[in-house]
């Protein structure tokens, strides 16, 4: 090769490199500026989140207040301390009550919300046993079982086994579940039951013979606010708290959630947590 062909063929080597190097600070540049674009969507989404927990907890703690007061004062008049109701009376406090302990539940639940979002929720272990809890649950929801076509077992198989976890935080997720078992089972039972688990875990299950799932709502009815469309939801109060709060409780507590469910046959709702739970501390 003469020297003028060497000569040609480095400066068009020369040239390529030039352009390819133009090319690659061109995609650092686009790179960069994709990197600033998603941290300032995320910061974006974050002071959104942080929006959204201080709403929660204001609007939560503002309502608290009222709901007190109307139900302090609706236990007043249903206790005659101030004279006589007539039967349409009783009838009309005690819908105002309970409508005001449902709201205040809701209130609750949305202020829970707001404290798990902002890391605020200690975790508190203490020891019992799942003969304790249930029997706690026994006395808890037993005023839900309205309808004498339905019933509430707790399964105490393994009654005498311990458990060193924080016990509100697991009765408010078995609560949750039970009691939207009850309020989607028209006929059968709700059964409550145990099962340890081989790397020292135990799974609680809340077993109903209600309405059921259909696959594409499985998951929804994790996300908060999510309704399921049937007939019956239209007679039973919710918001869609409960569900979204558990998966969350249940995180807190090294755990998680699952469900089985098949539509017109019931549900499974699953909880798995370690026997023993780690204490948080507060913040």
Known sequence: ??????????AKLERELAALSRELED?????????????????????????KSRFYASMSHEFRTPLNSIIS???????????????????????????????????????????????RVPVRPSAFTVGELFGALRGVLKPLVERASVSLELDDAHASERLHTDEAKLTQILRNFISNALK???????????????????????????????????????EEFAQVEHPLQRRVKGTGLGLPLSRRLAALLGGSVSVESELGKGSTFSLVIPRTARESADD
């Open 73 to 119: 004062l609706s236990r007043l008049l249903l206790d005659r301390l101030d004279g006589e109701l007539s039967v349409e009376q009783e009838r009309q406090v005690t819908l105002i009550q309970k409508s005001a302990r449902e709201l205040a539940e809701i209130v609750d639940d949305l202020l829970d919300l707001a404290k798990l979002e902002a890391g």
């Open 184 to 222: 989607f089972t028209e006929h059968g039972e709700v059964r409550v039951f145990t099962e340890l688990c081989d790397d020292d875990r135990v799974r609680f299950s809340v077993r109903d013979t209600g309405i059921g799932l259909s696959e594409s709502d499985v998951e929804r009815i994790f």
């Open 1 to 10: 090769m003469s020297v003028a062909n060497e000569r040609e063929t480095l």
């Open 27 to 51: 995609t650092n540049r686009g790179v960069v500026a994709l990197y600033a674009e998603l941290d300032e969507k995320a910061a974006a989404l974050q002071r959104a989140g942080d929006s």
